[in-house]
Every structure is written in structure tokens, then in C-alpha cells.
């Protein structure tokens, strides 16, 4: 009887162990569609932090808003992701997102402040809060599990990605997705009321 082959190698990512072949199947497609939505997200905010295109800072947060929050909602429709491990692992030391928030606020002066009901189903105090500071809030959280993800670590990327969005960011979210299009609404509809007759005018009769 031939010998049985060895066990293939796990891969490994700064001499930790990657777990991504102890993860059902199911669980790692979702953990790779929700890992490029934070990339894309973290790249977007990052470039309009730099002021890329300050013509489309507001459009391009409303996109990346949206498309985290999607991946959000999966998250909270999936039963929860738990652990083997008790304890987080060890992914290094926090990153420094005070440049991006310091960025952000300058990009955003003049609208960065919001008013907003802290708890719309138990409570109606009306509460302050700034849009750098929960772009930053989401940036951070999608950033832990991102570290997860990337040290193979997908289950615990998982339970962190959903864990986060029940307890902060997907509430943030929400929160900066509103305060987004209406920024939105009143830049393109707020003109005068000549400029909205001539371009009603072109638009009847072109």
C-alpha cells in the first residue's frame, strides 16, 4: 500500500499561521468580498483626505459609504461568527489614523459637525457628531479586521468586521450615509432661481 502523501503547508504570513483552509467555504467568500470593500473604502477616504479630486470628495465618500455599509449588512444578516481562540491574537500595535482625521477635517470644514438622535428606538436626545471623526471611527475598525484578514486569520477578521458594525461603525455609517446625500442634495439643488429656469429651459427645448 503506497505510502499516504504529506500534509500540504499551510501558508504563513510573518511566521503566523494561516487559518484561511480551517474556515468554511462560505465564510471565506464572504470574508474576501468584505475585505475588498474595506480596501476600497480606506483607499477612498485616504485619497480625498489628500484632496485628489476635491470636486468629488462628497461623491466619492456617498460611494464608499454605501458599499461598506453593503457589506456591513451582510455581516448583521449572517449568525454570528465566533471564534476558536478566546482571546484576539496579537496583530501589532494600532494604526495611526490622526493624520487621516486631521485631513479629513480640513477637506471638510464648514460641514464636518452634525446634529443627529443618538437612539432613535429608545430615546430622542439630539446629539453632535462629526463626519471625520466617524469616517476615522469606520476607517479604524475596518483596518483591525483587514489585519486579520491578512494574517490569514479570517474567522477572527470575521468576528471582528461583524462585531464592530453591530456595536459602532454600521450605526456611524448610517449616520455619515445621511448626512452625505443631504450635503449632496443641497450642493445640486440649492441654486438660483435663475440658473433653475435656464436649465429647465435647455432641458424642454434642446
Known amino acids: 500500500m503506497p ?20 474556515a468554511p467555504a462560505d ?23 489628500a484632496n485628489a479630486n476635491p470636486n468629488a470628495a462628497i461623491s466619492l465618500l456617498l460611494l464608499a459609504v454605501s458599499d461598506v455599509l453593503s457589506a456591513g449588512a451582510r455581516l448583521g444578516a449572517i449568525v454570528d461568527v465566533v471564534p476558536a481562540e478566546r482571546f484576539e491574537p496579537d496583530v501589532g500595535p494600532d494604526a495611526d489614523l490622526d ?26 436626545e439630539v446629539v453632535t457628531s462629526s463626519l471625520s471623526g466617524d469616517i476615522v471611527l469606520i ?11 491578512d494574517a490569514g486569520q479570517v ?9 464592530s458594525y453591530l456595536s459602532n461603525w454600521g450605526e456611524r455609517g448610517s449616520a455619515v450615509l445621511r448626512v452625505l446625500q443631504t ?19 435647455q432641458a424642454l427645448h434642446p
Open 155 to 163: 474567522i477572527e477578521a470575521l468576528w471582528w468586521w461583524q462585531f
Open 27 to 49: 465564510l471565506v467568500q464572504v470574508a474576501d468580498q468584505i475585505a475588498r470593500q474595506s480596501r476600497f473604502f480606506l483607499t477612498t477616504a485616504t485619497e480625498v483626505a
Open 99 to 124: 493624520p487621516l482625521r486631521a485631513a479629513l477635517e480640513n477637506i471638510l470644514d464648514g460641514i464636518d459637525d452634525y446634529t443627529e438622535i443618538d437612539d432613535p428606538v429608545l430615546g430622542g
Open 183 to 201: 450635503v449632496l442634495a443641497h450642493l445640486r439643488l440649492d441654486v438660483d432661481d435663475d440658473v433653475a429656469a435656464e436649465a429647465e429651459f
Open 3 to 22: 505510502a499516504a502523501p504529506p500534509p500540504t503547508p499551510r501558508r504563513r504570513h510573518d511566521d503566523r499561521v494561516d487559518i484561511r483552509d480551517d
Open 139 to 149: 476607517a479604524g475598525a475596518l483596518s483591525q479586521g483587514l489585519r486579520h484578514y
